[in-house]
DNA sequence: ATAGATTTATAGCCATAGCTATACTATTTA
DNA sequence: TAAATAGTATAGCTATGGCTATAAATCTAT
């Protein structure tokens, strides 16, 4: 079944979204603090809190109380992989002749579920397309 | 916030599925039960009872206890709906290249984050494939 | 018609993700 | 330096979706 796929990509997703952007964070920024990445989140600071909580006992991040979130290897693996499939749907939406809202929106919803063959057929076509 | 949409997509997600496979049932069989939907969604019975308590609290299903399942017309147009739009993602991803296996797993996933806008332009994709 | 099998419903548990309200710590600024 | 502001943590609530175990209803077949 298919579905159990999906459902597990569910678990992984929210954290996926955590790591990508808290690696974000700490390239511009130089720090990620939970305010930043609630309002980027768009959800409320204690709610980020709570999820970065789990994310430190999961092991992907590192942290002092009070201070600025700092991704383990094992989150920053995770991170630079989710960014190179991000982009990749990003580009691919963007050749299909989408605009850059709709695809970045797009490609938000999509990425997590994009297997690695797919994933390779999208990056054909971008190279076809040669963006 | 795109994420804010995701999010959103999540919510609904579900739901989809459920209208879907119960749309499905009943053109196929004639009646959706619940042990048919707990096991082609690979859930446990309980689960899915309890899913289609609130598919029905909301408006979304009808039916009589130890009864077969119905949707309301506000679900069917939700399933009809969904139908489509997996179809389109099914033959987009075939058409893209990949096997059918890989392409009904991934559309499962990536159906319910296609914006109107980039079904359109899978089906414009599908229409020169002519597939 | 009833016993056994199947199906459905309920109870009670867990984890996740969301919220508000409030408490605590750190930083900034007057 | 002390007060105000900003940022972080915690408590307690909701809803969803997952599970197992068990109870209740329906179906089936003897």
Redesign the interface.
Known sequence: ??????RN??KTENTE?YLELISELLTIKGEARIVDIAN???IAQATANKTIQRLQHQGFIKREPYRSIFLSVKGQKIASHSKKRHNTVFKF?LN????EK?A???A???E????D??LK??N??NAKKNV
């Open positions: 079944m298919s579905f159990k796929k999906v990509a569910h979204d980027r989140l768009g939406l299909l002749g989408l605009d709709t970045s929106a797009d938000e919803g999509i997590h579920h994009v297997s063959k797919t057929k999208m054909k076509f």
